[in-house]
């Protein structure tokens, strides 16, 4: 069983199309909550949206957290109740159908060499999305330095705005981002889950930074694509805005000091 984990915080509307646009596209074949199982946590979003969700949505597992732990203490939850072998853990703004989240399923359970897996993201717009990323050391903290490894290195260093849309190619990167990432159970546990010390924002880099010192490597399938619009949380109000770019500058911090 496949596990899709989605952590909510005022953002019903998007996690309603998520689910749709998913949902609206499985084949008969496919029987949720026997194939697999779509598990929303909700970060304490304190609004009157959670009743309506739930009688919308009668088969979907919602769990209220207590408070606004963050993304991480999100995710541990939901997979605390996940069901599957595989976790999915997907931001409320991805937009993906049933095709493009088993390709990278079937991509990832043939691949033995690779622990956690993210597909190609494009805007709405069709832009493509930065997925990954160098782990953060004083070579690569300056987008200037990066942008010439690339340039100098572009095999060692690939841009992930250039990636061919049609490779069915596996490519090892340092770390995948978390609005769209996929593991084992098996490798999950192996790892603790995801680290609570990161309220929001480099919780991917570190999760795929301790994977790595245990030779557990990252990857982009780049055979499956999808729609992600990107911060539908962070930027609703002025006072959110200043939280997430603060927040981003505290977890930055964080990761470096351990």
Not at 103 to 119: C, G, M, R, V
Not at 138 to 149: E, G, K
Request: charged share 20%.
């Amino acid at each position: 069983m496949l596990s899709i984990i989605i952590v909510n915080f005022r953002t019903w509307a998007y996690t309603q199309r998520a689910i749709d646009f998913l949902l609206s596209s499985i084949p008969p074949d496919i029987r949720p909550n026997r194939d697999m199982e779509i598990i929303v946590v909700d970060n304490h979003s304190k609004d009157a949206c959670i009743q309506e969700f739930c009688r919308n949505n009668p088969n979907i597992r919602l769990y209220l957290s207590q408070g606004n732990y963050g993304y991480s203490h999100g995710c541990n939850q939901g997979a605390l109740h996940a069901r599957g072998d595989w976790l999915l853990f997907m931001n409320p703004d991805v937009k993906t159908d049933w095709k493009t989240v088993n390709k990278l399923l079937e991509a990832a359970k043939a691949d033995s060499s690779h622990a956690i897996f993210t597909a190609r993201q494009l805007d709405e717009s069709g832009k493509p999305q930065r997925t990954f990323a160098p782990f953060t050391t004083l070579a690569t903290i300056s987008p200037l330095v990066r942008a010439l490894t690339r340039a100098t290195s572009p095999g060692g260093h690939p841009d992930p705005n250039r990636l061919r849309e049609d490779s069915e190619s596996i490519l090892t990167v340092d770390w995948v981002s978390g609005s769209l990432l996929l593991i084992s159970r098996t490798n999950f546990k192996i790892l603790d889950g995801w680290n609570e010390d990161f309220w929001l924002y480099c919780e991917d880099e570190d999760l795929c930074k301790r994977a790595r010192n245990l030779g557990l490597l990252a990857a982009q399938y780049c055979g499956a694509t999808l729609t992600h619009t990107h911060a539908s949380s962070t930027r609703t109000t002025p006072e959110i805005r200043v939280l997430a770019k603060s927040e981003a500058i505290i977890s930055k911090h964080v990761y470096i000091h351990k």
